[in-house]
């Protein structure tokens, strides 16, 4: 790809320290955490250190000061190596703090950005819930108005940080019968999961953030891929959310994390192409060194023809996810794109990690190498922040209007 089209100076210097920070802390634990499923908190640490969780946010509110393009050039590093890695960056991020940065008030955001864009702790987003999947529309999760504060009932399921994390924007239905327009979103906050790990390594917790009374993090989740990321129910019971904590208008709060979403989408399409381009990577160095009937198996029609078929799509995919990027970056309307771009990416993934695989051979199936890591990393890209089906929806609505429903 022609880097200038879309990256200054600036960008290949954060791309080449994301790639050596991904080479140097990521490489030699990826395959531990993941087969123990186990948190990555010493990197978090690290990668709060180095900036890397709060990439697109300004130095007076405690980011790193860069762009858009830099934080989407940060998960596609770190999803080659490690997809984990790259998704806790992500649903911090974006998920946790752009809708503070976005639709919350000035106090707020000085309340809550600076915790999060220095790392001091970790942010979630609390939209999906059991009845709620792809119909988000659907909240059932109730904020009943007492005066001076709601009282929130309900959980959201599938939350990224939803045990680690301190701080989460949700969405709750503030008024029945109105549909997506009576849903509202909200800040709660409750301890971390972790205070152990929090304590020794001095982040993850903030004593003095005070805690939403009746907010707790469920069981755990067992999961195929992205094993060392944290995922779990978070659930209100009778929670005390003050009027302050109102993120946005009343009512708008569906309309506005369908936004974050959209800004979601191109992190989603970024993880992917990094987990597509790390496979591609390792197949192609394997295929340079391992011999069958006295030659490389790269000489051979059946492994190079596939090895220039993920090449070709991985180029296909970069431009995609980067144009998508410069759109939102430059203040251009971008849902369309960001939709093109997750659905490629992601389905992308899946396909050059399944010929990853197949290029290892027996050896592919093993943990010993990290395609079968990033095989079963790949699928989850296809279903979180929109499924594939619910893309083609928003790609069809727009080239189509009316017409698509």
């Known amino acids: 790809m022609d880097d200038s089209l879309y990256f200054s100076e600036q960008h290949h210097q954060v791309r080449e320290m994301v790639r050596d920070f991904a080479a140097q802390e990521v490489a030699p634990v990826a395959r531990e955490l993941d087969r123990s499923s186990t948190f990555l908190w010493d990197n978090v640490k690290k990668m709060g250190e180095l900036g890397l969780l709060g990439v697109p946010w300004s130095e007076e509110l405690g980011g790193a000061g860069m762009d858009q393009l830099s934080y989407y050039i940060t998960l596609h590093e770190l999803a080659k190596v490690d997809a984990s890695h790259a998704l806790t960056v992500s649903a911090h991020t974006n998920l946790g703090t752009s809708p503070i940065v976005e639709f919350g008030t000035e106090e707020q955001r000085r309340r809550y950005v600076p915790l999060l864009a220095s790392g001091q702790v970790l942010g979630g987003f609390g939209l999906t819930e059991p009845g709620a999947g792809s119909d988000a529309g659907g909240t059932a999760t109730t904020a009943v108005d007492k005066g001076d504060h709601y009282v929130l009932n309900g959980s959201k399921i599938f939350i990224t940080h939803a045990g680690v994390g301190e701080i989460f924007s949700v969405t709750a239905r503030t008024e029945p019968g109105k549909g997506s327009r009576g849903i509202t979103s909200f800040i709660v906050t409750k301890d971390t999961t972790d205070l152990d790990e929090a304590r020794r390594l001095g982040i993850g917790h903030c004593a003095d953030l005070p805690k939403t009374p009746g907010v707790r993090a469920g069981k755990k989740e067992e999961k195929m891929g992205w094993r060392a990321s944290d995922t779990r129910e978070l659930i209100f019971e009778d929670a005390i959310v003050p009027k302050e904590n109102v993120l946005g208008e009343l009512g708008l709060g569906f309309v506005n994390f369908l936004k974050t979403l959209d800004a979601g989408r191109i992190g989603i399409a970024a993880v992917s192409l990094g987990i597509a381009e790390g496979a591609y990577e390792e197949a192609l160095r394997y295929a ?103 893309q083609r929806i928003v790609i069809a609505r727009h080239i189509l209007g009316d017409i698509a429903g």
């Not at 251009?332 to 051979?361: H, I």
């Not at 979180?384 to 619910?390: F, K, L, M, R, V």
Request: charged share 20%; aromatic share 10%; hydrophobic share 40%.
């Open 288 to 390: 340079g060194a391992r011999k069958q009937f006295g030659k490389p198996i790269g000489s051979f029609q059946g492994v190079n023809f596939q090895l220039a078929d993920m090449a070709l799509e991985i180029q296909a995919g970069t431009h995609l996810l980067y144009h998508a990027a410069w759109l939102k970056q430059n203040g251009r309307p971008f849902k369309k794109e960001a939709a093109m771009a997750k659905l490629y990416c992601s389905e992308l993934a899946m396909r050059v990690t399944t010929k990853a695989v197949q290029v290892f051979g027996g050896y592919g199936y093993t943990t010993e190498y990290p395609v079968e890591r990033m095989m079963r990393d790949a699928k989850v890209c296809e279903i979180g922040e929109g499924t594939s089906e619910i």
